[in-house]
């Protein structure tokens, strides 16, 4: 069974400092992993989906990197804003239709 | 294009109680989910639909939840009776079903807020 772990569970950083959010994953069969963004009392926002073949994803100030063979991906959001506060969520899905998803990382920024 | 829109976004009951749950997924996704989110944790996948079939609703309480996709476009989720560990939000999510199996990109809508006194 994928489980799916991310730490820490809570981050704050000061505005303009560089995020690194780590997921980590226990089975290496995966079809792809998508990063997500959730708002308080709001639902979930696709950020960027690496497919399994790809080592990485880019988009705007955000950078998903990819490592099967360890289990990890590693999102990176650089210059961050008090707007990048949120939680963010990786959800793995496996070659037969399921996906995981971790309990997230809720990022402060402060001004 | 409009997202994936939900009703209603927030629900009291009582336990014991009923309450319903409404879906309507991006226009063409084929695919379309109920997931559970307790608060401080991830979504819980309830149900998955490929049109108006079931694939998977392995973690689904079959007791007390049910589930339907009428037409393969709508869906609702039903609780009778509720309990108290029900109150969380539901999310309802959509997706193109993937080219070689496995899923696509998932689009979510804004979910259902249930307190269950």
């Known amino acids: 069974k994928q489980e799916v772990t991310q730490i820490p569970a809570a981050l704050s950083v000061p505005e303009g400092e560089n995020l690194v959010l780590n997921c980590s994953f226990t089975?290496?069969?995966?079809?792809?992993l998508q990063w997500f963004r959730q708002d308080p009392g709001k639902g979930l926002t696709s950020l960027l989906l690496?497919?399994?073949?790809?080592r990485e994803q880019t988009s705007g100030r955000l950078n998903a990197s990819l490592d099967k063979s360890s289990g990890r991906s590693t999102l990176y959001i650089a210059a961050s804003q008090p707007g990048d506060s949120a939680t963010y969520l990786c959800a793995v899905a496996s070659s037969w239709g399921k996906l995981q998803f971790g309990a997230g990382t809720q990022v402060v920024v402060t001004p | 294009e409009a997202g994936v829109a939900q009703s209603p976004r927030y629900k009291i009951i009582e336990k014991r109680q009923s309450v319903a749950f409404w879906c309507n997924p991006i226009?063409?996704?084929?695919?379309l989910y109920w997931y559970q989110q307790i608060l401080g944790q991830g979504p819980k996948l309830l149900i998955q639909f490929q049109n108006n079939g079931v694939v998977d609703d392995s973690q689904l309480p079959k007791d007390r939840f049910s589930a339907e996709r009428l037409k393969g476009v709508d869906s609702t989720l039903k609780i009778q009776p509720a309990k108290l560990e029900d109150s969380a939000v539901y999310l309802c999510?959509?997706?193109?079903?993937?080219?070689?199996?496995?899923?696509?990109?998932?689009?979510f809508g804004e979910g259902s807020r249930l307190t269950v006194l």
């Open positions: 226009s063409g996704h084929a695919t």
């Open positions: 999510a959509s997706s193109l079903e993937a080219e070689t199996g496995g899923i696509g990109e998932l689009f």
């Open positions: 690496i497919q399994s073949s790809q």
């Open positions: 089975d290496s069969a995966i079809y792809n």
